[in-house]
T-cell receptor, first 112, second 114 residues
Framework: QKEVEQNSGPLSVPEGAIASLNCTYS??????FFWYRQYSGKSPELIMSIYSNGDKEDGRFTAQLNKASQYVSLLIRDSQPSDSATYLC????????????FGPGTRLSVLP | DTAVSQTPKYLVTQMGNDKSIKCEQN?????MYWYKQDSKKFLKIMFSYNNKELIINETVPNRFSPKSPDKAHLNLHINSLELGDSAVYFCASSQDNGGNTEAFFGQGTRLTVV
């Protein structure tokens, strides 16, 4: 069974600090990896995608992928109170028709 | 200009009723999905369709039946609703290009069964 695991949190960081979110996945055939942010009562929105090993930076966000360790992470620099949300790690196992498997999410709270 | 839209946004109904949720995407995507998010916020796939063909059919009660009249629409019909069906149901879509693609979500339908 394909699984994606995350620490459920809550993870609390002070404003301006770096928030570090982690994710592991079980299916070695997984091809692409995503971080979604979900505010309470809203739908998940994509904030980062990463397809190859290494780091990918976009503004204050950096995604890191290590396929050998089956590990994905998200760093949020200069955390803001508006970053407080649940962060969902998702893995696309690819193939015909796609299959996005989500982790349980990590709740992040950025304290002013 | 909404990319993935689902209706209704809220649905309150009694046990035993039959209800439908509709979803439409205007992104030209090949694949559409239904996800269920329970009270613990875990987002779990229920079904996926690729070009109107059922691809994924996870272990859900057969009271749930998806229907895809065309590749831009994927509806979810639920028979004999039960209290445990209360959740938020999300429709999503993605382009089928071999794996490097993301899923776009609708705004969700909060179903409450009383």
């Amino acid at each position: 069974q394909k699984e994606v695991e995350q620490n459920s949190g809550p993870l609390s960081v002070p404003e301006g600090a770096i928030a570090s979110l982690n994710c592991t996945y079980s299916d070695r055939g997984s091809q692409s990896f995503f971080w979604y942010r979900q505010y309470s009562g809203k739908s998940p929105e994509l904030i980062m995608s990463i397809y190859s090993n290494g780091d990918k930076e976009d503004g204050r966000f950096t995604a890191q992928l290590n396929k050998a360790s089956q590990y994905v992470s998200l760093l949020i620099r200069d955390s803001q109170p508006s970053d407080s949300a649940t962060y969902l790690c998702a893995v696309n196992t690819g193939g015909y028709g796609q299959n996005f498997v989500f982790g349980p999410g990590t709740r992040l709270s950025v304290l002013p | 200009d909404t990319a993935v839209s689902q209706t209704p946004k809220y649905l309150v109904t009694q046990m035993g009723n039959d209800k439908s949720i509709k979803c439409e995407q205007n992104l030209g995507h090949d694949t559409m999905y239904w996800y269920k998010q329970d009270s613990k916020k875990f987002l779990k796939i229920m079904f996926s369709y690729n070009n109107k063909e059922l691809i994924i059919n996870e272990t859900v009660p057969n009271r749930f039946s998806p229907k895809s009249p065309d590749k831009a629409h994927l509806n979810l019909h639920i028979n004999s609703l039960e209290l445990g069906d209360s959740a938020v149901y999300f429709c999503a879509s993605s382009q089928d290009n071999g794996g490097n693609t993301e899923a776009f979500f609708g705004q969700g339908t909060r179903l409450t069964v009383v």
